[in-house]
């Protein structure tokens, strides 16, 4: 394989060695490498977006976006397997109440 399709990150730059990252591939994962792979990818986030790398963001833009990608699919998968619910549907829920809450309207509508 030389060129990998647009939907697969390379995990490391050796040949054969990357994985899709999608909500299927993520979902064959159990909750602890799941959360583990959520915290291993924003831990060093904090010093790629710092003030002292700004120098450096074009050089960690890529990488960036994809451990950003990575955490947020499987939280996704974590938040859907935990809750049975979809994350978004969730969201959308709690917008709702909020929105009831605070007297605006639900529907589009006018308060």
């Not at 969730?90 to 917008?95: D, K, N, P, T, V």
Request: net charge negative; glycine share 4%.
């Amino acid at each position: 394989m030389d060129k990998l399709p647009q939907n697969v990150v390379p995990l490391n730059r050796a040949k054969h060695h990357a994985i899709e990252i999608s909500d299927q591939t993520m979902s064959e994962l159990p909750n602890d490498v799941l959360a583990w792979r959520i915290w291993n990818s924003l831990d060093g986030l904090e010093d790629v977006v710092s003030a002292d790398s700004a120098a450096e963001w074009d050089e960690n833009q890529h990488e960036t976006y994809c451990e950003i990608l990575d955490a947020l699919i499987c939280a996704r998968v974590l938040a859907r397997r935990l809750t049975g619910m979809e994350p978004s549907d969730i969201s959308a829920e709690l917008h709702r109440r909020f929105r009831i809450a605070a007297g605006l309207p639900v529907d589009g509508g006018v308060a």
